[in-house]
């Protein structure tokens, strides 16, 4: 988990509300994958990014949710007017690259719709 | 459709004692398995993981075992800790399918419990 930042650790919104989750990279990373952890779920892959570019969106709702990596700071999962199945725990991973790459992880941004 | 399963939602076992972890899937294109280990309010780290070109991996106190006729692994952890009480998440990748990078599929993860 070393030097991935995910802020917030905690986010809660109403419904029909923005969310915003953050996630910088360690140093030298320029992969982010985000993933989702539903309640009593294993993680779900959602989306795949390098700088400025998603390489793989599969995983991603097809509506309300977006993902971006600018050439400058950090990933951001944007999930526009969100509801209660949006409650989760949101996590990014990064590496260097390669199939193989150890993926590391930030500790995840818990997101609570009421 | 889970194609990584973990049928064992939890595991108690005594400190010193071998824990094993098992974990099944489906997709016949997976060619490379991990063991993440998760402690709560943290993100998943990284223990071991095993190319399908092997049975075996060894790490310390860990070992990766993977049977690809029967497609599945295991986690051996001996002897036991309780530091080691976590949650346990099988995952894997195919790479020969065309992927370049990391996609994985999780299980469901397996909550060990080592009691001292």
């Known amino acids: 988990n070393a030097g991935v930042m995910q802020n917030p650790r905690h986010l809660v919104r109403r419904r029909g509300q923005e969310a915003r989750l953050r996630c910088s990279p360690m140093k030298g990373h320029s992969h982010v994958y985000w993933y989702r952890q539903l309640p009593e779920e294993g993680l779900k892959f959602m989306v795949y990014l390098q700088k400025e570019n998603i390489i793989d969106e599969s995983g991603m709702p097809k509506e309300r949710f977006s993902a971006e990596f600018p050439k400058e700071g950090p990933s951001i999962l944007r999930i526009q007017q969100v509801v209660r199945g949006d409650s989760a725990a949101y996590f990014c991973?990064?590496?260097?690259?390669?199939?193989?790459?150890?993926?590391?992880f930030g500790p995840g941004t818990r997101l609570t719709v009421l | 459709d889970q194609q990584v399963k973990q049928n064992s939602p939890s595991l108690s076992v005594q400190e010193g004692r071998i824990s094993i972890l098992n974990c099944d899937y489906t997709?016949?294109?997976?060619?490379?398995f991990l063991w993440y280990k998760k402690y709560p309010a943290e993100g998943p780290t990284f223990l071991i993981s095993?190319?399908?070109?092997?049975d075996k991996n060894e790490d310390g106190r860990f070992t990766v075992f993977l049977n690809k006729s029967a497609k599945h692994l295991s986690l051996h952890i001996v002897p036991s800790q309780p530091g080691d009480s976590a949650v346990y998440f099988c995952a894997a990748n195919d790479n020969a399918g065309g992927t370049s990078y990391g996609k994985l599929t999780f299980g469901q993860g397996t909550i060990l419990t080592v009691h001292p």
């Open positions: 991973a990064t590496s260097s690259g390669g199939s193989t790459d150890t993926q590391y």
């Open positions: 997709n016949s294109m997976f060619d490379y």
């Open positions: 095993i190319s399908s070109i092997k």
